[in-house]
């Protein structure tokens, strides 16, 4: 058997030397278009030619590339997607929902499952989260109770953090009501190679979306979607097809493909180191009296996500990311009081060394040096009060306005301040004094609103 047969089709074929009378328009060289620094991809960006297989009508090697990558994390059926995690989302909320099913939803769901709601004309039921960040399973169960027209729950988990949510207990609440689970496991895709795993797929969950490449060593835009359920697996690939391009890239697919091979034949092990050298850091944190957020939650959170409480410090996240950057150290993410880094198998001992003789110095910056507030991280919700359906308040004319003018008026979008791409206001709820507020402190300047 191929070791990776997506890849092996895709390197066969620039090899082959071809005269390629097709799809794309570089031929696989373009000449002097494109800088020389493209010519190793080029010749592997290929298109849906016989021997190469077709993603929507997989019966080749993607179709076995996908079934190797379902066989590794324990799912009935893995789709890949070129498309981002997005097109994972929308393609498990069209299985779950159809046309205009009702959802108990994460209110901290990611704006692209918002807006695939609107496509769908879901009905979205809030769950908001704890004072710990986390969905209470209660929480999920009441709404199931009170609500029995929903059709899915959908969670997310990990969040941009690394917390988790208790997600065997909401799994028993979900089988309980009869209800699919569905998981936003954007940056949790490398969790099932963790012992023991703590991968969504693992507690039972009916479909996760892993954005691949967030922690995987796979091109931007690479991601899986697992289905867990085999009830949904027959339509998948043609729930999929109503959202995604025509033209998906071979290069990000081959490297979902190369990443699944490695993961198989070294994954458990990369993952196993690096879980020893995360904790050496989170020691370093500790004697610099930098705290790591929920270190001492042991099963509920990512342990390779380094989530640091720089207002501790009297530092705010902003503030200690650009400290950070000229040490040489770029975080993926900083906010009002925290600082985020992902860290993966292939940092160098040299670039860890780097991040910890940085973490040492840290207290010995000067505190607010930029002049960045140090805020409390934003984990409560406004009220909100719904006034349109999001399809009706996104599809309707809109204006764009100073947020300062915008009291009382409807949102005809999402405005997501932090973390990134989680919502304070929905298209089609009422922005209040309280939202205003929110959306001005978190740098929101303009907002579109209904006509």
């Given at each position: 058997m191929s070791r990776a047969p997506l890849w092996e089709a895709v390197r066969d074929y620039a090899l082959e030397?071809?005269?390629?009378?097709?799809?794309?328009?570089?031929?696989?060289?373009?000449?002097?278009?494109?800088?020389?620094?493209?010519?190793?991809?080029?010749?592997?960006?290929?298109?849906?030619?016989?021997?190469?297989?077709?993603?929507y009508e997989a019966g080749g090697p993607i179709a076995s590339a996908e079934a190797a990558a379902a066989a590794l994390y324990g799912a009935s059926r893995t789709l890949f997607s070129a498309g981002g995690c997005t097109l994972a989302i929308q393609t498990m909320l069209c299985l779950a929902?159809?046309?205009?099913?009702?959802?108990?939803?994460?209110?901290?769901?990611?704006?692209s499952a918002v807006q695939t709601c609107a496509l769908l004309?879901?009905?979205?039921?809030?769950?908001?989260?704890?004072?710990?960040?986390?969905?209470?399973?209660?929480?999920?169960?009441?709404?199931?109770?009170n609500q029995p027209d929903i059709r899915a729950v959908y969670i997310t988990s990990p969040d941009y953090y690394g917390r988790l949510c208790d997600l065997p207990a909401i799994v028993a609440v979900c089988r309980k009501r009869r209800v699919?689970?569905?998981?936003?496991?954007?940056?949790?895709?490398h969790l099932a190679f963790?012992?023991?795993?703590?991968?969504?797929?693992?507690?039972?969950?009916?479909?996760?979306?892993?954005?691949?490449?967030?922690?995987?060593?796979?091109?931007?835009?690479?991601?899986?979607?697992?289905?867990?359920?085999?009830?949904?697996?027959?339509?998948?690939?043609?729930?999929?097809?109503?959202?995604?391009?025509?033209?998906p890239a071979y290069p990000v697919m081959a490297s979902l493909d190369l990443c699944r091979a490695w993961l198989q034949e070294e994954g458990t092990a990369a993952f196993a180191a690096l879980y020893d050298r995360v904790k050496d850091l989170e020691t370093v944190c500790e004697q610099t009296g930098l705290p790591v957020l929920d270190r001492d939650l042991s099963g509920l959170r990512d342990p390779l996500r380094l989530t640091l409480e720089t207002g501790a410090l009297g530092l705010s996240g902003q503030t200690a990311e650009a400290y950070f950057r000229r040490q040489g150290c770029q975080a993926e993410y900083a906010d009002?009081?925290?600082?985020?880094?992902?860290?993966?198998?292939f940092h160098t001992e040299t670039e860890l060394d780097?991040?910890?003789?940085?973490?040492?110095?840290?207290?010995?910056?000067?505190?607010?040096?930029?002049?960045?507030?140090?805020?409390?991280?934003?984990?409560?919700?406004?009220?909100?009060?719904?006034?349109?359906?999001?399809?009706?308040?996104?599809?309707?004319p809109a204006e764009l306005l100073p947020t300062a003018q915008t009291l009382d008026r409807v949102a005809a979008e999402t405005a997501c301040p932090c973390p990134p791409g989680v919502p304070v206001v929905l298209p089609g709820e009422k922005i209040t004094k309280e939202i205003r507020q929110v959306l001005l402190a978190s740098g929101i300047s303009s907002l579109k609103v209904v006509k």
């Open positions: 030397g071809t005269a390629r009378f097709h799809t794309p328009g570089h031929s696989g060289r373009a000449g002097s278009a494109l800088p020389s620094a493209f010519a190793g991809i080029l010749p592997c960006d290929q298109t849906e030619i016989p021997g190469l297989d077709s993603l929902l159809g046309e205009g099913g009702a959802v108990a939803m994460d209110r901290r769901s990611h704006r004309d879901a009905r979205p039921y809030w769950l908001y989260p704890g004072g710990d960040g986390r969905i209470p399973p209660d929480s999920v169960e009441d709404l199931l109770r699919p689970l569905l998981v936003d496991n954007a940056h949790g895709s963790l012992r023991p795993s703590l991968h969504p797929l693992a507690f039972g969950a009916d479909m996760t979306a892993d954005s691949a490449h967030k922690t995987l060593p796979v091109l931007t835009g690479g991601a899986f979607l697992h289905i867990g359920n085999p009830a949904f697996a027959p339509g998948a690939k043609s729930a999929m097809s109503l959202f995604g391009s025509t033209s009002g009081s925290r600082i985020v880094f992902i860290l993966t198998p780097r991040l910890a003789g940085a973490v040492r110095r840290l207290p010995g910056q000067a505190k607010e040096a930029d002049g960045c507030p140090i805020r409390p991280v934003f984990s409560s919700f406004p009220q909100t009060e719904r006034v349109l359906t999001l399809r009706q308040a996104v599809f309707r």
